[in-house]
């Protein structure tokens, strides 16, 4: 774990378990993950539906209570919070990005970039001149005063990219970012989810199924049963996926271990 | 632009049945208020448009058009009050109506004195109408009931059988029981039936005081006139009194209120609905920005927002469409009463119920799990 020891990790989870139901209907979906990530990459989170992937972004994110386990958000023990300090927190450190984009369908794209802002009480036209930016960063410099219905689905994640931008997030977390999109468009928006992670150091994770994406991604964590079955550096030194993993069933429980490939 | 209004102006079309029914609400109170008042003005009418500020009925009397008769010669007692400086009296008898070509119809026969300046004569027949009653029997009937009457003006015309001549139209005089028909005190008494004791009888006997203030010398006449009893009003409590009796007595009121109530309770329901059901479909974005950290209560501000433009334009489209359903009422001679501060309350239950709509709409929103949108 070469990386660890340079740089901090943004994102540190431990014993993370949940399950949904309750009693004999209870169907569990974490099983004791435990988890780092860090700056200025991109981590893909991949796995069957089922698998725990989504549940997984939802406790990481500050979305989700876990029935236990901890996750350290920028040094911040974050489900220790209450719901109203979550939200803060969220709204500082936080950015998101849905698979189906999510755009107010009244607003032009610099308005629903400059939402946010406004919701921060930033004033209009500072708000506008950094919505202007963003979409400038995204590669819609020319599409600001449009709206989603006559946007393409690209042109819209990447609206919805901008908007999840402009809070100047350190972490930023995607769901299924791709998946209605097609191939070129893909490309551009994983291409500049990757980007952001250089550019700005934040840290994203982005939970998908799309095997066309994993040549964008510093590191592929997958899933499968509640698990992490594989943690590995595509591109990154060789031999560190194998001690990644190892490394982090290690922190788990026995029966992750037990599960493990 | 905030988000409020840019999704109202962007889909205005899904917030229209809120608006329209918010106003529908609003009109449908106003109109029925204005017919109300209108009608109950016609209760009133000859106290309210004649110049008299004193009245005297028969005890029991609560509403103008219960009175019974009472001598006539009152009006004598009435001027030795220094204050008062005039009276005379006014007939109201019912009679039949029988036009040139045969239709009978129920009518209240109202005698006062033919002069321009008589304290009975209502004022829009001052110009003109009340001295052209001074010729024998003539009357004056109101334009509003000429078709039932078939009256028109030179035509013969007979009353409790005998021979009336229509000398001109009232405009405003509509009544809500039997249609007036004026004529002067002399023709009166010759067309109703003779008292069976021969007595000089009156319905009512007015009077004007010196000043505008007629509450002392109603105090001093009172207690002169308690044996025998008969009542002393000024026009305005006797006006009101009248109304008020209507409004409670009669079941009109009762009625006027459960509609409007009705009404209310239909545009709260339809106007939260469509408020919900924009919530509804902005879900997914609301959710988004409850992830990002906004606080619901940021989010309730934006359907907050938009239930109180509902109610503004409702209210304002309240008003427009009842100063039309007014003006279509007056060009009809449907007695419709448009005041402002009824307005003004239709326009703040207007806003009041929009805003509890957008209040009981927002149920959706603090429901809301952002985790759901991981699913």
């Known amino acids: 774990m070469n990386r660890s020891d340079a740089i901090a990790p943004s994102i540190s989870a431990s014993g993370l378990v949940h399950g949904y139901g309750k009693g004999a209907a209870r169907t569990p979906v974490l099983h004791q993950l435990s988890l780092q990530f860090w700056p200025g990459e991109l981590s893909l989170m991949m796995g069957a539906s089922g698998s725990g992937k989504s549940t997984l972004l939802a406790v990481l994110s500050g979305l989700l209570r876990p029935e236990s386990g901890s996750v350290n958000l920028l040094d911040t023990p974050i489900w220790n919070l209450t719901e109203r300090e979550l939200e803060r927190f969220r709204f500082q450190h936080c950015g998101y990005v849905f698979q189906n984009f999510n755009l107010f369908p009244a607003l032009t794209a610099t308005e629903q970039v400059a939402l946010p802002l406004h919701f921060a009480g930033v004033r209009e036209t500072q708000a506008r001149q950094r919505a202007e930016a963003a979409l400038d960063e995204v590669g819609l410099s020319g599409r600001m005063g449009l709206r989603p219905a006559q946007l393409s689905g690209g042109e819209k994640q990447r609206v919805a990219i901008a908007r999840a931008l402009i809070g100047s997030p350190k972490v930023l977390f995607a769901d299924e970012p791709t998946s209605a999109l097609d191939s070129a468009n893909s490309e551009i928006v994983i291409a500049l989810l990757q980007k952001i992670a250089k550019t700005h150091g934040a840290t994203v994770i982005t939970v998908t199924h799309d095997p066309r994406l994993t040549g964008h991604a510093e590191r592929i964590i997958r899933l499968q049963d509640g698990m992490v079955i594989e943690d590995s550096r595509p591109n990154g030194t060789d031999g560190a996926a194998l001690s990644l993993a190892a490394g982090t069933a290690a922190t788990g429980t026995q029966h992750s271990t037990g599960n493990h490939p | ?375």
């Open chain 2, 1 to 375: 632009m905030s988000l409020a209004r840019a999704t109202l102006l962007y889909e205005w079309r899904r917030f229209l049945p809120g608006l329209l029914s918010v106003a529908f609400a609003g009109v449908l109170m106003l109109v029925q208020l204005g017919l109300l008042l209108g009608m109950f003005g016609t209760v009133t009418v000859l106290v309210d448009r004649s110049g008299a500020n004193l009245w005297v009925t028969s005890p029991e009397t609560e509403s103008f058009d219960q009175s019974r008769d009472i001598p006539a010669n009152l009006g004598a007692l009435l001027r030795l009050h220094p204050e008062v400086t005039r009276s005379e009296t006014m007939l109201v008898h019912d009679a039949d109506w029988r036009s040139g070509d045969g239709t009978r119809v129920a009518v209240s026969l109202v005698g006062l004195q033919p002069a321009a300046d008589a304290l009975a004569c209502p004022q829009p027949m001052r110009d003109a109408l009340c001295a052209r009653l001074a010729e024998p029997s003539t009357v004056v009937v109101d334009r509003g009931e000429a078709d039932k009457l078939h009256a028109v003006i030179g035509r013969l015309a007979e009353v409790n059988g005998h021979r009336v001549r229509v000398v001109g139209l009232s405009k405003g005089l509509r009544s809500i029981g039997n249609t007036y028909v004026f004529a002067s005190a002399q023709t009166a008494r010759e067309l109703s039936e003779p008292s069976a004791t021969g007595e000089d009888l009156t319905t009512f006997v007015l009077a004007k005081t010196r000043d505008g203030t007629p509450e002392g010398a109603r105090d001093d006449l009172q207690s002169l006139l308690r044996r025998p009893a008969y009542r002393v009003w000024t026009a305005r409590e006797f006006s009101m009194n009248s109304q008020q009796w209507w409004l409670t007595e009669s079941g009109v009121g009762a009625g006027f209120l459960f509609s409007s109530l009705l009404g209310l309770i239909i545009g709260t329901v339809i106007t939260s609905q469509t408020l919900r059901g924009v919530i509804l479909s902005t879900l997914r974005e609301y959710a988004t920005f409850r992830a990002i950290g906004v606080p619901a209560a940021k989010l309730s501000a934006v359907v907050l927002e938009q239930s109180l433009w509902i109610g503004v334009l409702g209210a304002v489209l309240t008003v427009i469409v009842s100063i039309l359903a007014n003006a279509l009422a007056q060009a009809l001679y449907v007695p419709l009463v448009l005041t402002w501060w009824a307005v003004l309350t239709a326009v703040l239950i207007g806003l009041f119920t929009a805003m509890i709509s957008g209040l009981l709409a927002l149920r959706e929103l603090y429901r809301l799990e952002p985790a759901e949108l991981l699913r």
